[in-house]
């Protein structure tokens, strides 16, 4: 048993889960109120006011919506293919995708964790929450994994956790509830201690948006956040006490009895003593909120700026964009997306994948495990149907322009089939055509000897 490394995956786990959990309280709109607390709890006394736009979510989804796992292959081996697609179904993390991607976009880094269950011996896998996974790197070669930790708190309310290693698997609980468990000390070793790992593989994939630094799409997000919040509660204390006009009246005399505004009422207003001050009636004009709306706007044009998500994502427009403006539009965004898949997320799926007919005893290179996803680009499509046609037009091979847009073989087999059929209908059409004309003419010369 390893106290160093025990001590380093309590220290990261304790670390994490607060800053975790305020990143995907920001996704999911539970903001904290930065600023203006109290001017709401003054404004609103016995309200349980919150106000906030929530661009922390478009900025995400915007580039989550692009993100699509559809379907996988293995080399050229179509059994092998079906094979992993199965298991994606089986292990049911083809349905941990999105929760997969939203975690490593919001905080930086998410995890997925395979292994054999105890009970079938059937491969198991799913997604982790970041805040109770850590992976540790080699000094040396920061491309190998040391070994990673998880932890939970179980259903009797101790605290678990797990270190993989390529060789063995230890596994921890503390000698004290959850709550109570404040150091590495608190941790002894379980019964058994250890479990062996016949794989040679730590079986904790680390999905990381960067290497350099963790930082998901939300870091640069949070200060503009928070203003855009403050704004929004500020425009509300000012549409609760001075959106309304504020009328008043000056009299040297009472006036009798409550003056109420409404309609068809009248206000019976004592005269002046014509000596004073006259009796006279005035208003206050109405708070503008067109300031705070501005302002509001700005700072969510500039989130899309920081983060490359297009303008038109947070502005209403009535006529949208046509399919190549939308393409240039679109272009930083579609960018940043298609890096993250290809250095981010592609080659942790190959391992995953491949870790997974190595489960079900089938040993693969994670290089042979092709993860295909679709294509993020937003294509209209008759502007799809124009650059194909260009590109056959220009000699490119119609099944290589298709296979280039992200069609799978068997889609192209089926469209080949379907072509092919098509062809051999025409075909059979014709040749019926032809023979009932060769019938009829047939018929109209036996008629014409007759005669």
Known sequence: MNDTDLKLAYDALSAKAQTYGLLFSYYDGRQPLVYSTERLRAAFQSLDARFNENWCRVVVDSELNRIGLESWAVGDDDALSTALSDLMTETGLVHDLDDTHIAALVTGESFVVAWPDETTGRPTAFYNDPRLCHAWYDALNPRVKRFA?????????????????????????????????????AFIPMTPPTAPNPYGVVPVFHFRLEKRVNKGLLVDVLPMQDAIN????????????????????????????????????????????????????????????????????????????????????????????????????????????????????????????????????????????????????????????????????????????????????????????????????????????????QRQFDQGMGQGGKQ
């Open 149 to 185: 930790a998880k932890w939970w708190t179980g259903d009797d309310g101790f605290q678990y956790l797990t270190l993989y290693y390529p060789d063995r698997l230890e596994y921890y609980v503390s000698d004290k509830p959850a709550t109570e468990a404040t150091s590495h000390k």
């Open 230 to 437: 403050k704004l929004f509660a500020d425009m509300m204390v000012t549409a609760e006490y001075g959106a309304y006009p504020q009328r008043y009246i000056i009299s040297i005399a009472g006036v009798q009895g409550k003056v109420r505004n409404a309609p068809n009422e009248v206000w019976d207003l004592p005269a002046g003593d014509g000596m004073g001050q006259p009796t006279s009636v005035g208003e206050f004009s109405a708070a503008s909120l067109t300031t705070y709306l501005e302002a509001m706007r700005d700072l969510a044009q500039t989130i899309g700026i920081v983060t490359a998500t297009p303008a038109h994502y947070f502005t209403a427009t009535s006529t949208p964009p046509s399919g190549d403006a939308l393409m240039v539009m679109e272009a930083p965004l579609t960018s940043k997306t298609q890096r993250h898949i290809n250095q981010r997320f592609y080659p942790v799926w190959q391992e995953v994948g491949a870790f997974l007919l190595l489960l079900d005893g089938v040993t693969v290179d994670a290089q042979d495990v092709t993860p295909v996803f679709r294509d993020v680009a937003s294509i209209q499509p008759r502007a799809q149907a124009e650059i194909r046609q260009l590109s056959v037009n220009a000699g490119m091979p119609l099944v290589t322009v298709l296979s280039d847009e992200g069609w799978t073989q068997a889609e192209i087999d089926q469209m080949t089939q379907d072509k092919e059929a098509e062809q051999t209908t025409a075909t059979a059409g014709l040749g019926a055509a032809l023979l009932a004309q």
